[in-house]
């Protein structure tokens, strides 16, 4: 069984359109994170929840909105999407020291 | 947040030990040294963890210095599978609570690898 599922795999799409990621942890974890690693390779956290609750917000433009319905979901709305977006979207989610990775999205905007 | 220095690239043998060292000369007394590493097109992927004592499980083992200021990630033997971007990061962990102050910052990490 899948430990951290995201969908979809794969996202190409236009400037300006909006679009989200799905991210579904059944790991009964109680924190979920979305992280961006750009074509430069780095990693960087975007947002983090803990219990539905958001504990981690970096500097992220608020056309990118986290969602968490329940404990096991934590999704990624992107409104407006730019070029710059364009990058790997990874889910991850903890409990204590370890984190559990997604496979990722890789979003294209053209 | 305390930084961590590790060389960009290493390489080795298959079946030989491996080891990745890792500076955090500014480690503070609450921060765990945590490995992750990224095989390629994959997440990256939770590897081992220490506090102040060595530290083995099923895929490495954590050697850390008496003073903490270092520490190395050892590979009792790679294999062509281990070729991916290691990375050392400091964490701290209020009583295992995920807090602001508490979150993976992931540097470039080393890129290991591993020869046939």
């Known amino acids: 069984d899948t430990a951290v599922s995201q969908t979809p795999k794969y996202l190409v799409t236009q400037m300006g359109n909006d679009k989200s990621i799905k991210c579904e942890q059944n790991?009964?974890?109680?924190?979920m994170y979305w992280y961006k690693q750009d074509s430069k390779k780095f990693l960087k956290i975007m947002f983090s929840?803990?219990?539905?609750?958001?504990?981690i917000n970096e500097t992220v433009p608020n056309r990118f909105s986290p969602k968490s319905p329940d404990k096991a979901h934590l999704n990624l709305h992107i409104n407006s999407l730019e070029l710059g977006d364009s990058a790997v979207y990874f889910c991850?989610?903890?409990?204590?020291?370890?984190?559990?990775f997604g496979p990722g999205t890789r979003l294209t905007v053209t | 947040d305390a930084k961590t220095t590790q060389p960009n690239s290493m390489e080795s043998n298959e079946e030989e030990p491996v080891h990745l060292p890792c500076n955090h000369s500014t480690i503070s007394g609450t921060d765990y040294i945590h490995w992750y590493r990224q095989l390629p097109s994959q997440g990256p992927e939770y590897v081992i963890h220490g506090l102040t004592s060595n530290v083995n499980n099923r895929m490495a083992s954590l050697a850390i210095a008496e003073d903490r200021k270092s520490s190395t990630l050892i590979l009792h033997r790679a294999t062509l599978r281990d070729a991916a971007v290691y990375y050392c990061?400091?964490?701290?962990?209020?009583?295992?609570?995920?807090?602001?102050?508490?979150?993976?910052?992931f540097g470039e990490g080393t890129q290991l690898t591993v020869n046939p």
């Open positions: 790991l009964g974890h109680d924190t």
């Open positions: 991850a989610s903890s409990f204590y020291h370890e984190q559990y």
């Open positions: 929840y803990n219990n539905k609750e958001l504990i």
């Open positions: 990061i400091l964490r701290g962990l209020n009583l295992g609570v995920e807090t602001s102050g508490s979150r993976l910052t």
